[in-house]
């Protein structure tokens, strides 16, 4: 069935319904849906400068360096070669950093 964008959306019948105090009451409503936070949990998963971490231990797998990469020697991140920039006396850099 062909649908007629052009017609309007609302009769003047249900536009007439809508009065101001439908239209204000409904704009309170969605405002009281605040959502209540917790500043202890917040501060919780917060770790501060300096906080002694010898206790933790990884749960990152590292992998070396493969074939296609290289170790940017200004920012010292391990890039992909399509993101070497230049070589300066053997030292490769990114383009982030070029």
Avoid: W
């Amino acid at each position: 069935m062909a649908t007629d964008y052009d017609s309007p959306r609302k009769t003047d019948e249900d536009i007439n319904e809508d009065s101001l105090q439908e239209l204000q009451a409904r704009r309170v409503d969605k405002g009281t849906g605040t959502i209540d936070v917790d500043p202890d949990e917040v501060a919780e998963g917060m770790e501060l400068p300096g906080a002694d971490l010898s206790g933790e231990e990884l749960a990152v797998r590292v992998l070396p360096r493969q074939a296609d990469e290289f170790t940017c020697s200004s920012c010292f991140l391990v890039q992909h070669r399509s993101q070497l920039a230049k070589e300066r006396g053997g030292q490769l850099v990114c383009k982030e950093c070029a």
